[in-house]
């Protein structure tokens, strides 16, 4: 089966939807089928990765020197009016309306969508999956009406949270074969929101790939290796530095700690790369945490391994936005697999990801006077620490 799976998380970018996608095709591809990745980073032919979807936001160089694009636009347009079958006329005008007149990020959904036909008229699908509830469900539902392709989508969180005009994700949602989330929690919100029909929605669990996640050295060795100290009390952050994910929350109970008791032997690691970094950096250093807090940057899967092992605990307390929401956190279960405790704050899927009291602690989420005593509790306590 000839499978396209249409995403703009794949590598080189990092993160916890690039690792889904990458494990995602890895395994479809060990089950002897062809799966063919439409991303905007990464082009090997050879591999069966096409970089074809556009980070262009630019009108004005549009309208001066592309006129294959005005052409193409009049072709969607006709297309989705007079082709898509299965749909109300009312409704098609609606979804040309949104996809050939809707400014906001045009360039980018025109241009996308034309270097995927081209793609799809090469070669013949069977199945299309896109990999979030966002831009790439837009261009993975024109081309399923375009090749008269089944379609389906994951969905993670913050993608089938935002809307489109003329309600168009949600029209898009409801006429889809399936919709894949992590959680029952997931599952709730997307029926709530979109008001799809519950049968459509299914639940795949997330989990760790054990075969790629082996560290042999030991906790002592890794320590050695990276020049931290045995009694250093280590706390690890793997994510986005995005501006929900609770950092300031994280840093500011750290210096709570230390007015309190400035000889507890804190190393504070943050993996990842993201817009907060420089407030993050500016915040390290109004807190006067500059010898205990470090931004290691995007790191491969390896040294991130690496630092889960060497870790004490692990902390991610994201906040709630209204169209922003934690979907899951395979971050929570990876530390875990390292039989590292963890912390996170309700929001979204979290509460699904850790088991409060078994598995690590949650808590409120911007409660930076609860994230210290928890911390301090697990700091203090080293047999329950080993028991969760």
């Not at 929690?185 to 996640?213: C, T």
Request: proline share 4%; aromatic share 12%.
């Amino acid at each position: 089966m000839n499978i396209a799976l249409i995403t703009n998380d794949f590598l080189p970018i990092s993160g916890g939807i690039t690792n889904v996608m990458v494990n995602l095709s890895k395994n479809l591809t060990e089950k002897e089928e062809k799966v063919f990745i439409f991303n905007k980073t990464c082009n090997r032919e050879d591999k069966l990765y096409f970089k074809v979807l556009s980070n262009d936001n630019s009108l004005s160089g549009i309208i001066v020197h592309n006129i294959r694009f005005f052409y193409f636009l009049i072709i969607l347009f006709i297309k989705i009016l007079f082709s898509f079958k299965g749909i109300k006329l009312k409704d098609k005008i609606k979804l040309a309306s949104f996809y050939c007149f809707y400014l906001k990020f045009i360039v980018r959904r025109i241009i996308s969508i034309r270097n995927l036909v081209k793609c799809f008229k090469k070669y013949r699908f069977d199945i299309i999956i896109s990999g979030t509830a966002s831009l790439p469900l837009l261009y993975s539902f024109i081309l399923s009406k375009w090749f008269k392709i089944p379609i389906i989508t994951i969905a993670h969180g913050d993608d089938f949270l935002v809307r489109y005009p003329f309600e168009t994700k949600s029209f898009i949602l409801k006429n889809i074969e399936k919709i894949i989330v992590t959680n029952k929690i997931m599952k709730n919100l997307m029926i709530k929101v979109h008001n799809v029909e519950p049968d459509k929605v299914k639940v795949i669990h997330l989990g760790v790939n054990i075969k790629d996640s082996q560290v042999p050295e030991s906790v002592s060795d890794l320590r050695n290796k990276f020049g931290i100290k045995n009694n250093d009390f280590v706390i690890l952050t793997v994510s986005r530095l995005y501006p929900r994910k609770g950092f300031g929350t994280i840093l500011k109970a750290l210096r709570l700690i230390l007015d309190e008791n400035p000889n507890v032997p804190i190393k504070y690691f943050i993996i990842g790369g993201g817009e907060e970094k420089k407030k993050i950096e500016s915040l390290i250093y109004q807190l006067n945490l500059e010898k205990y807090a470090t931004l290691l940057g995007p790191v491969d899967d390896l040294l991130k391994n690496q630092y889960y092992k060497l870790s004490d605990l692990f902390i991610l307390v994201p906040k709630i936005q209204k169209d922003s929401i934690e979907g899951f956190g395979i971050v929570y279960i990876e530390a875990n697999y390292f039989n590292v405790p963890v912390i996170g704050s309700y929001s979204g899927g979290v509460k699904i990801a850790i088991e409060d009291g078994k598995t690590g602690f949650l808590i409120p989420p911007k409660d930076k006077v609860e994230l210290k005593e928890k911390i301090l509790y697990l700091y203090e306590n080293k047999q329950y620490r080993q028991e969760i």
